[in-house]
């Protein structure tokens, strides 16, 4: 867990990453974010809570290579830019972890606010835009959901008509993944080869 220490009668939440960055939560600095701590906490971070199919965990970091896959697929001329964004859009959770939404809205704490301003701080240390445009958020959202109904129906036993009231259906001609879960050396290594291409570009 994060270490809080008071500072100047400020609280302050910080965790040192395996790269030996301090990270403060509260205030996050970019210079204080690598891809490397991102790849090892996402790649460690299970979708579903775990309750999921097969020897691993699903993880967040196969999750965010799927919806960066689904953004493609349903717009194919975006930029690399808006494809970096899709492949970061759950980027806080390395150090959050995947609260699942209903748990999110009761917690006592401006829980998306956090997400946001690490969001932020993320986005500028490899160069993008600190706010998604609206336009790019509600893209986002639609390849999130497809990928949540894709792992609820293969791997979190949710039958389609259920998962397809609360995700929304697929659109037949988009081409169904097929999922396994990645230990997490594979997982990780997958997220930062994705990563590495896109921001090569």
């Known amino acids: 867990m994060p270490d809080l220490i008071r500072k100047s009668g400020a609280r302050r ?9 301090r990270l403060d939560l509260l205030e996050p600095s970019p210079l204080d974010i ?7 906490g996402l790649a460690r ?9 097969g020897a691993h965990a699903f993880s967040v970091a196969q999750h965010s290579v799927l919806v960066e896959r689904l953004v493609s697929d349903l717009s ?3 930029t690399r830019e808006a494809r970096l964004m899709a492949l970061l859009h759950d980027a806080p959770e390395y ?39 609206t336009a790019l958020k509600t893209l986002f959202k639609r390849a999130d ?14 039958e389609e008509a259920e998962a397809g009231r609360l995700f929304g259906k697929p ?31």
């Open 13 to 21: 939440a910080w965790q040192r990453m395996l790269s030996g960055r």
């Open 76 to 78: 194919p001329r975006l």
């Open 145 to 158: 959901h497809l990928s949540a109904y894709y792992e609820a129906t293969q791997l979190a036993g949710f």
């Open 45 to 53: 971070v299970a979708r579903w809570n775990g309750q999921t199919k």
């Open 95 to 133: 150090v959050v972890g995947d609260l699942i939404s209903p748990f999110k809205a009761a917690i006592g704490i401006d829980y998306k606010a956090l997400e946001e301003k690490l969001q932020g701080a993320i986005h500028q240390r490899f160069g993008l835009s600190a706010q998604v445009p």
């Open 171 to 201: 659109p037949a001609a988009l081409k169904t993944p097929r999922l396994a879960p990645l230990n997490t050396a594979e997982a990780q290594a997958l997220f930062l080869t994705r990563f590495n291409r896109l921001y090569a570009q």
């Open 34 to 40: 690598e891809i490397t701590d991102i790849a090892h």
